[in-house]
């Protein structure tokens, strides 16, 4: 049985689990030849993205809906969340080693990314929109907050269109391995800042990006 103590240390390693389905309860290692990670100075903000942020008609909330960011991530048709994996999440935000990044509209959970960390590595689960923009809008604040918290490594896992059109990379798994090292030997606190306005995180994303 996968417990949070397995997870970690496979992290630590360089590994991932992942299942075929939501109804597979077997779990397999992963060790991709190719990692995608976010390089935290290089997050992409388009003008439409930029225009999104601007509008404020969302609130931003971290790890107060952290069950419900992690299933609605899992409820699409084919997800690699199965059951084992939603406990373990579970367990590791209560450990304080799993948390959320929210967007909010009209009283209503509209997008989210969760995330394991160690040391000062994020290591990127998943995320899902409902509405446009919602998980463009929840990255954008998720990297202002690693930047601001100390975190060196934002591991995506694998690359798709969508995150290499916001700045997302490939990297090999020796180049992969050796950022994760020096992540774990550092300390980060994702709980620790506060949540920006619009102005102040872009002037700060645009500024380095």
Not at 85 to 113: I, S
Not at 180 to 203: G, I, N
Request: glycine letters at 6%; proline letters at 5%; a neutral charge.
């Amino acid at each position: 049985m996968l417990t949070p103590e397995m997870m970690l240390a496979g992290y630590a390693r360089g590994i991932f689990p992942m299942a075929e389905s939501r109804d597979e309860s077997h779990l397999h290692w992963v060790d991709p030849r190719r990692r995608g990670i976010f390089p935290l100075e290089s997050f992409h903000i388009s003008r439409s993205l930029a225009r999104a942020i601007r509008q404020e008609n969302y609130t931003i909330r971290t790890d107060s809906a952290f069950s419900a960011v992690v299933r609605s991530c899992a409820s699409r048709p084919e997800t690699w969340i199965n059951a084992p994996l939603l406990a373990v999440y579970d367990r590791l935000h209560a450990m304080g080693h799993a948390h959320t990044l929210e967007v909010w509209q009209e009283g209503d959970l509209t997008g989210g990314v969760f995330g394991v960390t160690l040391g000062a590595a994020f290591f990127g689960e998943s995320m899902f929109s409902l509405r446009t923009d919602a998980s463009k809008i929840a990255l954008a604040y998720l990297v202002d907050r690693l930047r601001q918290a100390g975190f060196t490594l934002f591991d995506t896992q694998f690359l798709t269109p969508h995150l290499a059109s916001l700045g997302a990379i490939e990297i090999p798994r020796a180049a992969y391995h050796a950022q994760l090292r020096a992540a774990l030997a550092r300390e980060a606190d994702f709980t620790l800042p506060e949540v920006p306005d619009p102005h102040s995180l872009l002037q700060r994303m645009t500024h380095t990006s």
